[in-house]
């Protein structure tokens, strides 16, 4: 390192309680950034479930679905319809609704539930119990081993429920990359058991799950799809689709943008005026570096490193303690939706940058306007 | 090395905008010799402190030119300018100014430093320096563990140790009691002083005149007039 590096070092964490100040400040902000920002991470990825679980590379809609639970039935003729375009490799239907079940100790539990397409079972969960093809017997239903599993309260293969007057039977147990937004478990089944069991309106088609012969095709799908006033989606769309309903049309998007900006706010308020007041504090001493003969540049330099020493360790101080709880917080609550992204890193990444380049901004600029003079007047 | 160190002439300095505009230093020539030691003496407000500002490079003349050893430093650049005071002068401000963060030796470095010389070198010169200013045991140290006195020995430590050809002392006796402030100028006579080096002191002490080979005394932003001490004289 070099020498002038080094003093800035020395200056800045020997004076350990404004270092002390200073990296709580930082810490602080970044943990209450990231958790923020993981927490949100965490709730859009859960509200796209469904559609993550499922794997399809096209999604068919009405064009009002702005969530995966919200949806809206499609005529039988679509799934024709779309069959029928000359770039889809196949189609087919999928159901996705709610359920009370009626468990073995008498009590009720909200379930999603997912019937497959009963030719093809497209979209089928990874087993882990159980096989796949017995989802094709008698009452058959494959319980989603997620964080929401534990409320089907010890289910296992042959277990049994109630469900709108029809017995259900556990005969897998499977498990899904991603847990459901709403905190109810998942029970999978084949779509004309789905629509056996549960009430229906006329039209029974939840989504129509569509693979395009190339990639090429998926333009001229969806412009097919849309000419028949539905609306054809691939799945980062329809990722992007739920996300910015919930991000935009909830409240939920804006409070915890408003979050994260306070705690920049909190971090760069305790951590620029800390630094400030430490650079003030040394201010006849930068004074007389000038005089000795120091440059502006190398200053500068010093400056930029004990802002950017201070906010790169606050940073990963503060990532790691985020990371810490929850990871603490999954131990204790098995669906708490937080999600450490890369995203969610670069944005606080980002942000503590700000933080340094404005707390030093300030600094540099009164190193820069001390007159070496004002130390022999002093 | 001989002859003139530092050469100003016809130099002012203004301060302030209209009303408020104020003539520091008024029209004043300097000279200093190497191997001698110049006094600038004077009451507070006499301007002395902005003659030596001036003709160590710090604060530029509103007209006038300042030469050291020939080279007209206020025609440097001012990177080149700086580059030259941290080569060729050595300061020792009135209150030290020294880090308290860090230990006596890595104050002393801080011209090394500053001149991109390994760190490990700059502290072991640094070590050598404060053994000539007898603070060798002094070297691990914070600066407030020790002395008014020992800080001024720290600070000459810092002021030396890029062997400058020019040495400025603003008041060095000003914080010190009568006989330390005697020690440390009769140590920067006996030790500093070389017929390579010229050493220019601001003070308001007459108790320390004797050690001066020459004094300019300044009133009222002018140089009232340049004698050679009477001890040194003789």
Known sequence: MPGILRIAYKLLVNDRAKFTALLVGVTFAVLLMVQMASLFAGVLHRSSATIINVGAGMWVMDPAVQTVANTIPLPNYVLDEVRSIPGVKYAVPIYSGAALLKLNDGSYQAANIVGLDDTTLIGAPQMVAGSIQDIFAENAFIAIDDAEFYKLKGARLGSEFELNDHRGRIVGIARVPASSLFGTPTLYTTYERALQYIPNTRFTISYLLVEPKTSADIAAIKARVAADGYLALTEDEFMRRVSGFYMYQTGIGINMMLMTLFSFVIGLSISGQTFYTFILENIDRFGALKAIGAQSRGLITMILFQAGFVCLTGYGLGVGLCAALIWLARARLPDYAALLTLSNLGLAFIMVVVIAGISSYFGVRRVLLIEPFEIFRS | ?234
């Open chain 2, 1 to 234: 090395m001989s002859g003139v160190a530092i050469e100003a002439t016809g130099i002012n300095r203004w301060f302030g905008e209209g009303e408020a505009r104020t003539h520091a230093v008024k029209d004043a020539d300097f000279r200093a010799n190497f191997g001698e030691i110049v006094y600038v003496v004077g009451p507070s407000g006499s301007g002395k402190t902005t003659m030596l500002s001036m003709i160590s490079g710090i604060l530029r003349p509103t007209s006038g030119s300042v030469r050291i050893e020939g080279i007209d430093i206020w025609g440097l650049p001012a990177d080149e300018l700086a580059d030259f005071r941290l080569h060729r002068i050595g300061f020792v401000f009135q209150d030290y100014h020294l880090f308290p963060r860090l230990t006596t030796a890595e104050n002393v470095a801080i011209p090394l430093v500053l001149q991109n010389r390994d760190w490990a070198d700059a502290l072991a010169e640094a070590r050598k320096d404060l053994e000539v200013v007898g603070l060798g045991n002094r070297a691990s140290l914070p600066p407030v563990k020790l002395s008014g006195g020992e800080q001024q020995r720290v600070a000459i430590a810092r002021a030396i140790i890029s062997r400058p050809d020019i040495m400025i002392f603003d008041e060095p006796t000003a914080s010190l009691d009568g006989e330390t402030g005697r020690n440390i100028v009769r140590f920067i006579r006996e030790k500093l002083l070389s017929d390579k080096r010229c050493i220019v002191i601001v003070t308001h002490d007459s108790r320390i005149y004797e050690f001066a080979d020459r004094v300019m005394r300044m009133e009222d932003g002018k140089v009232t007039g340049v004698e050679r001490s009477e001890m040194n004289a003789q």
